[in-house]
């Protein structure tokens, strides 16, 4: 009997699944709301102040998008390229800042899944929106350093972020730890998430109910299931779930 061609292979099952790549704020990490009050200080760098109609329209926008690249955020806001970067800089800064200060808390269960997942055997792949001294900002507030071996940015794959599918794939090449983009598991709290993982292929997609999205906004964007929070997650993966 001859082996499946890819085409007709089917997708494998929870248990299957080798590598899985899980977003920070609002999937693994709880920030209480600071990428809001670091977008209000990026907002006054450009002279946009809270109170006004542009700074509500704006607001808006960046709640609408979170999980996006944040910078993909503010070339759309703010038009020509010295002022989107004005503007993220300023952000990266203000949140930065705000981290710095404790503000930040992991996702009740969010640290034990992850090495859950790792006792399992499976590779586990941190990415984020925000640039690299965010993102590491953000680890060393949470003693993360040294949790996973990989953690990625949009810069960390070509500078494209979510939606687009390019932080997965990379992970998926850079670990080596499945054979198949179906073995991959995307997990985000956002249909920007949700959307990369779809378009990268993955064979488990998931919306998270503890950040910017809900229900609606994860299965219009192509979600395989929404669960409670990812810690969930690995009893889900061995089938238990």
């Given at each position: ?9 089917p997708s494998?099952t ?8 899980l ?8 920030d ?5 009050r ?6 006054r760098e450009?002279g ?7 700074h509500?329209d ?7 998008t979170?999980g996006e690249?944040k910078i993909?955020?503010f070339r759309?806001?703010?038009?020509d390229?010295d002022r989107?970067?004005r503007?993220?800089t300023?952000?990266e800064?203000?949140y930065?800042e705000?981290?710095?200060g404790?503000?930040?808390?992991p996702?009740?269960g969010?640290?034990e ?6 006792a399992d055997?499976r590779?586990?792949?941190?990415t984020t929106?925000f ?11 949470l ?5 996973v071996?990989l953690t ?5 794959a070509g500078?494209?972020?979510?939606p687009?599918?390019?932080m ?11 054979a ?9 709290d ?5 959307l990369?993982g779809v378009?990268?292929?993955a064979g488990?997609?998931a ?6 999205h809900?229900?609606?906004a994860?299965?219009?964007?192509g979600?395989?299931?929404?669960l409670?929070s ?8 061995r089938?238990?779930?």
């Amino acid at each position: 009997m001859t082996s499946p061609t890819p085409s007709q292979a089917p997708s494998p099952t929870p248990e299957g699944i080798r590598l899985v790549v899980l977003d920070m704020a609002g999937t693994t990490v709880a920030d209480g709301g600071l990428v809001e009050r670091a977008f209000d200080t990026a907002a006054r760098e450009l002279g946009v102040e809270p109170g006004t109609d542009d700074h509500a329209d704006k607001l808006a926008y960046v709640r609408a998008t979170m999980g996006e690249s944040k910078i993909s955020v503010f070339r759309h806001l703010f038009g020509d390229e010295d002022r989107a970067q004005r503007a993220n800089t300023a952000f990266e800064k203000a949140y930065g800042e705000l981290v710095d200060g404790g503000l930040i808390a992991p996702v009740p269960g969010a640290r034990e899944a992850i090495g859950e997942l790792l006792a399992d055997g499976r590779s586990v792949v941190l990415t984020t929106g925000f640039a690299r001294v965010t993102q590491d900002a953000i680890l060393d507030a949470l003693g993360w350093r040294d949790l996973v071996p990989l953690t990625l940015c949009p810069a960390d794959a070509g500078g494209r972020g979510r939606p687009y599918p390019d932080m997965v794939l990379e992970a998926f090449l850079r670990t080596k730890a499945a054979a198949d983009v179906r073995q991959v598991a995307v997990v985000g709290d956002t249909s920007y998430d949700v959307l990369s993982g779809v378009r990268a292929g993955a064979g488990l997609v998931a919306g998270v109910r503890t950040g910017a999205h809900g229900d609606d906004a994860f299965r219009a964007a192509g979600a395989t299931l929404v669960l409670d929070s990812v810690a969930g997650l690995p009893a889900l993966l061995r089938g238990a779930g």
